[in-house]
């Protein structure tokens, strides 16, 4: 609904139609329609109503469909490597335990050749 400033008058228009345009197809509705025009002009809110569901619900999936193509691909990736921001917890290293010296005959050897020795 439009709103015309003109003077100390304020004009009321609907889809840049003044109001004596607004009066004549008014005026023909009435001659047309005759004691059915409350039931058309409640058909025809209803059909406006239904139009203007279907343009909202159309330009909030177009909204939506914008706002995915916005999505930057490189942000995606970039959203899945967070983690690497956290530090992760290790295990210890294995050590062995020391070996050995290489020099010292076993044990086994040693009790061998002294009872071999005694033998003699």
């Known amino acids: 609904m439009s709103v015309f400033a003109t003077g100390p008058f304020v004009l009321v228009g609907f889809a840049g139609l003044g109001m004596m345009e607004m ?18 002009a409640k058909q ?28 930057s691909y490189n942000e995606a990736s970039t959203a899945s490597t967070d983690y690497d921001d956290y530090e992760e917890t290790t295990a210890p290293r294995f050590e062995p335990p020391p070996a050995e010296p290489q020099d ?13 020795e005694k033998s003699d």
């Open 23 to 40: 009066a004549i197809i008014g005026g023909i509705a009435v001659l047309l329609f005759g004691k059915k025009l409350p039931d058309v």
């Open 104 to 116: 010292a005959a076993p044990a086994d050897e040693v009790s061998s050749e002294q009872t071999s």
């Open 44 to 71: 025809l809110g209803g059909s406006y109503r239904e139009f203007r569901k279907g343009l909202t619900d159309f330009q909030s999936n177009m909204d939506t469909d914008m706002n995915m193509n916005n999505y």
